[in-house]
């Protein structure tokens, strides 16, 4: 396996990584792709859909129609993935409307339909009516007030219905969202063309931002652009072989390199010729988790104007307390500029087929 240069941090070495075979050589202009190389999308997709396949977060951007509004599954995998802060103002909001909504009704009620509310020594109806309601939808109990006549008391059934079916089921999606294995993965802003092995290397890193371990850790890295094939301008897709495919153990941030040489599909490319071939950068990061003993995966995509010449990553490593090796997440991003032209123009390495 080849030795990074200035320009690859990689923490692997503190774990263990698996080398990969050499590079497959790219597929000739004058043949068709093997249909294995789409990734799945086929040859009717991968020629007709324009822009991006994957948003930078790898999720798709292809839509089905013909479906449902599927409203309730999207509303249940969006309190899955909503933020914490995000997810608990949802709940909250969600028992405070409902609360308003039964209150309005209350207050709506002839005088006389609640009884005892002066024990709360608040002058606002809509407020004693609000109160009430919380005691029957959270069934904490409403004390000395009580509901008269049939109208007031067929809303307290409907309301001490409602209000356990609610809190069961956002008890429910609290439950779920603590015991679903994820793995939340920090990919760096922007690729990066850098010097690698005395030629160049195409570059991404990311690292783990839960203290959760990965272990077992596999990237899988495949380039879709445009080329001719018989006159004809065709989206192909492009295998990556990278520096190394996976590592063992995953303490730290992974840089992830694929050695432009004479065999690479990006050999002799520069960045007016990756843009003209509209590519596209298609990432699966498969691991195992270790809390849940399970296995997780993440997608990212990094789109041709996402990707940045003449510039390496700089140096993540940070100073620790003791002995042990650190690193400072917030460089994730950060680059160390490049003269021009020092891979925006092909390597020598690149243009010659190595024997």
């Known amino acids: 396996m080849t030795t990074p240069t200035a320009g690859t941090f990689d923490d692997t070495d ?48 292809a839509t089905k129609y013909g479906l449902r509004a599927q409203r309730t599954e999207r509303l249940y995998l969006a309190a899955l993935h909503a933020p914490w802060v995000v997810f608990v103002l949802w709940v909250f909001g969600a028992v405070l409307l409902l609360n308003g909504l039964f209150a309005l009704a209350y207050a709506a009620l002839p005088a006389g339909a609640l009884v005892g509310t002066e024990v709360l020594d608040i002058a606002d109806p809509f407020l004693r009516a609000f109160v009430f309601s919380v005691g029957i939808f959270t069934t904490t109990g409403t004390g000395a007030i009580h509901a008269v006549g049939v109208t007031a008391n067929w809303v307290v059934v409907i309301e001490s219905l409602t209000g356990p079916l609610v809190l069961v089921l956002a008890g429910g999606l609290l439950l779920a969202r603590l ?91 520069t960045p007016q010729q990756l843009r003209e071939a509209e590519a596209e950068l298609l990432i699966l990061i498969t691991a195992h988790e270790e809390t849940f003993s399970t296995h997780v995966s993440v997608r990212a995509s990094y789109y041709w104007d996402d990707v940045t010449w003449d510039a390496k990553f700089a140096d993540i490593f940070a100073q620790s307390a003791g002995e042990s090796i650190a690193i400072d ?27």
């Open 14 to 61: 503190v774990g263990s990584a698996t080398p990969t075979t050499a590079p497959n050589a790219a597929t000739a202009p004058s043949a068709l792709p093997a249909a294995s190389d789409d990734l799945g999308f086929g040859r009717v997709v991968a020629q007709r859909s324009r822009g991006r396949l994957f948003n930078r977060d790898g999720t798709s951007t």
């Open 179 to 269: 015991i679903r294995p994820r793995a939340q993965l920090r990919f760096s802003e922007s690729a990066v063309v850098a010097p690698y092995d005395g030629g160049r290397g195409l570059m991404f890193r990311f690292v783990n931002e839960l203290p959760s371990q990965l272990t077992d850790v596999r990237a899988d890295v495949s380039l879709a652009l445009y080329e001719m094939f018989d006159g004809k301008r065709e989206r192909n897709f492009h295998q990556l072989a990278l520096e190394r495919s996976g590592v063992a153990v995953f303490p730290l941030h992974w840089t992830v390199v694929h050695p432009i040489t004479a065999d690479s599909p990006l050999h002799k490319f």
């Open 329 to 355: 997440v917030e460089r994730l991003d950060r680059l160390d500029r490049l003269p021009e032209g020092t891979t925006s123009v092909p390597a020598a390495a690149e243009l010659t087929t190595k024997g």
